[in-house]
């Protein structure tokens, strides 16, 4: 009878034993999924140190990391306009440790490119919208002697094909910006692509074409020094940078925007209570006073808005530049 009561005392024990190790287990496998990141977070830009994407997801990914508790690492992968970062990621483990900071350029690239590795609308989950930006239309006044959207609109439909503007290359939303410009105005002109921003600019500077649509941040210094001339910002509304830049909607061409916009996204299937997490430390990044300073002084605006409006918004621009492609007949292989 001794015996028997000692061995069922020794299984209540074991019983109680491995009861309390599979309550451990659970509990540890709970703080497992509540400590997300496990690990340093990497944000993929697809254009070259020292741009303006570089530049934002530098001044944000550090103020988000202290909201993390987790390193947030900007890894620069350029190449086919952002293409290269965009389908590293979607190839990415959708454990959210990998990220992408999609442009305007994702959107204007699913229609411009043939064939596409990855598919922007549906093999990604919007985090949340980062920042905006805007183009503007600047010309040479030693060449080309106008001083509004209006007097170049006159000006090039008096002389037809006699213009010629400058982009960073096909494609571009520097270039399509001018392409949307050519659609609502009808008028004539000569597209002179580039390898880049900045030998666009120095052909516009030296006389070698009249006029380009080119990133304020950029562009500005030039305004300054009288050596170009801004004719309109290609946003809704007046720059904070630049004021006394009018938009080009209100110099004539009601409904004409290209906001050129910058968000962050992660491959399908990350977690919602990490994508949640995520959400919130870019939110609170995006409110301090010295992340916003940082980001206005880099001529972007924060405009951190929900994941659900990131995904409607992205959605419109993919169908809206289709349309602009389309008009432009631009395509790369």
């Known amino acids: 009878m001794k015996n028997l009561l000692q061995q069922q005392s020794i299984r209540r024990c074991l ?9 451990m287990v659970g509990q540890v496998s709970h703080a497992q999924g509540v400590a997300w990141p496990a690990k340093p ?13 570089d530049a934002l997801a530098r001044v944000v990914a550090t103020a988000a990391a202290a909201k993390l508790g987790q390193a947030v690492v900007v890894e620069n992968r350029s190449g086919a306009n952002g293409n290269l970062a965009a389908e590293a990621v979607a190839r990415s483990a959708p454990d959210g440790h990998s990220q992408l900071v999609g442009t305007i350029s994702n959107a204007i690239n699913a229609s411009l490119y043939k064939k596409l ?13 980062l920042a905006s930006t805007t183009n503007v239309l600047v010309v040479n006044p030693r060449v080309l002697p106008v001083s509004s959207v209006g007097e170049l609109i006159k000006y090039a439909k008096a002389n037809p094909g006699k213009l010629s503007y400058a982009s960073s290359g096909s494609g571009s939303s ?11 105005t009808q008028v004539h002109l000569v597209h002179i692509p580039y390898r880049g921003s900045a030998p666009a600019m120095n052909d516009l500077l030296s006389g070698q074409v009249q006029l380009m649509f080119d990133n ?24 904070a940078v630049a004021p006394d830049i009018p938009t080009i909607a ?21 977690a919602p209570a990490a994508r949640t997490r995520m959400a919130q430390a870019v939110d609170d990044a995006l409110r301090s006073a010295e992340v916003r300073k940082q980001l206005l002084d880099l001529g972007l605006t924060p405009s951190n808005v ?26 790369v292989e």
């Open 15 to 23: 019983a109680f034993a491995l009861g309390a190790v599979v309550a």
């Open 41 to 53: 977070v990497t944000w993929i830009v697809g254009f070259a140190p020292g741009g303006s994407t």
């Open 117 to 129: 590795n990855y598919d922007f609308l549906a093999d990604f989950e919007p985090i949340a919208m």
């Open 174 to 184: 520097i270039h399509l910006s001018a392409e949307l410009f050519k659609k609502q």
């Open 216 to 239: 304020l941040p950029s562009a500005l210094p030039h305004i300054r020094s009288g050596r170009l001339r801004a004719l309109g910002v290609t946003s809704t509304s007046r720059s």
């Open 250 to 270: 209100e110099s004539g061409l009601p409904g004409f925007s290209v906001d050129p916009w910058f968000a962050l996204f992660a491959p399908k299937g990350m």
């Open 306 to 331: 929900s994941p659900a409006h990131v995904r409607a918004y992205v959605s419109s621009e993919v169908t809206r530049w289709a349309d602009v492609v389309k008009f432009s007949g631009a395509s």
